[in-house]
């Protein structure tokens, strides 16, 4: 009899094994989409002299439903100021057309609606899930080095156990107005973010899961 409650029990353990979700502390993977800048060359032209980025990305996965999101990525910022409506102060010398390189490393805090899994354990975690994110970064662009604020939102789908792929978009406020080459042209005093040059990224992305939670409990 003593056998037979070991037996039962030992099941009972591997089942409740089994229906648990097992949860990853980070993910590597790659990104890349369209990029826009906004400045005093495009004030309000949403997806205005598309050009592409791209780069790495991490996340630091605090728990199922919050993230820390790093990237290290490559973009651009390009423009010509003779295409708005705005007319600039005729300065000898100065380049209104600009296609400027851009290098960047961040992080954002991600905040999930539900929390985000397979779907297959007792936890109720969702394979599809939108968030929200707010963070900070650095951005090297035109010999200028400069801090950035990324605001926005995305979605995200568990493609299998261990992979993740998903779309965000962000506009990254920066704290400079030199990242188009067009700096103060009206002699405007600046504030805090007013008169300064941004630039909005929409990445696709794809990851892979790495270092498991709780892995002994699930050996």
């Not at 899930?129 to 939102?153: E, K, S, W």
Request: hydrophobic share 35%; with cysteine.
């Amino acid at each position: 009899m003593a056998r037979l409650y070991t037996l039962i029990a030992t099941l009972l353990i591997a089942l409740g094994i089994q229906a648990q979700e097992l949860e990853y502390g980070m993910e590597l993977g790659v990104m890349g989409g369209p990029s826009f800048y906004m400045g005093d060359a495009n004030l309000n032209g949403f997806y205005k002299n598309v050009t592409m980025a791209g780069g790495l990305m991490g996340r630091y996965n605090i728990n199922p439903r919050m993230s820390l999101k790093f990237d290290l990525a490559y973009g651009k910022v390009k423009g010509n100021a003779a295409e708005g409506n705005n007319k600039f102060p005729a300065t000898p010398g100065k380049q209104w057309e600009f296609d400027n390189s851009l290098i960047e490393a961040g992080c954002q805090y991600e905040l999930s609606f539900w929390g985000f899994g397979t779907g297959t354990g007792y936890k109720g975690h969702k394979r599809l899930t939108p968030y929200i994110q707010l963070g900070m970064g650095f951005t090297h662009c035109n010999d200028a080095l400069t801090m950035n604020i990324p605001v926005g939102f995305g979605i995200k789908y568990k493609l299998r156990p261990r992979w993740n792929v998903g779309i965000d978009w962000t506009m990254r406020f920066s704290l400079s107005d030199k990242l188009d080459g067009i700096e103060d042209p009206y002699r405007a005093k600046s504030g805090f973010l007013k008169n300064k040059d941004s630039y909005s990224w929409t990445m696709v992305y794809i990851s892979y899961d790495l270092c498991p939670k709780y892995r002994k409990c699930n050996n």
